[in-house]
């Protein structure tokens, strides 16, 4: 490779793998910010077909709509990568007795069972048999334990990124400078991963 009297051949490759580094990270989290929204719409529809097991991660009777969700997903670039969380929002609705059950979310996920004692009748199951004093259950029922952990952990498990390379292509390279090898160093990047 013929070097120019004002060639910088170490600059060049310093700012070549600079320029791989800063574009694979920002592709990272370009597909991450691609894969929670569609993690999103897939727990809207997964909601929606089984809301047994995934009410709760909504506003009450609001079940797979996506501006009543009670999780939210968030994206932290690291040094390798970026790392996809989630935390579990608070509910601001009432509920169907006009109570406000603002860690429905966080306590039905948890299957912590709930106990309260009260000397007002309570409807049972079928609503026409009432009962007062103690009372002790799992709220949201025992398929919402765990449920939406169960849900974002498969989801990333099964999610499969592909990194696909075209063979026998060829880099024009750039004047052998800082700011030329940086330039190659994304065009290199751009090439292997979207072509």
Known sequence: MPVSKKGDLLGYFDEFFRGVQETEQQAEYKTAARIVYEFGQYVDMTARSSPNRLHHVYEWNRVGHQDARLFELNITPTGGGVVITYELKKSVTLNDN??????????????????????KPVPLFDGEEFRVGPFTFVPGGRDTTGAF????????????????????QQLPISSLTKSGGRNDGRKFYDRIIHQ
Do not use: C, P
Not at 100 to 107: N, Q, R
Not at 149 to 168: C, D, P, S
């Open 98 to 119: 006009g109570q406000l059950f603002a860690d429905k979310a966080e306590v039905m996920e948890s299957g912590h069972v709930v106990s309260f004692e009260t000397d």
């Open 149 to 168: 952990e169960e849900t974002f952990r498969t989801y990333f498990m099964n999610r499969g990124n592909l990194i696909v390379q075209r063979g026998n």
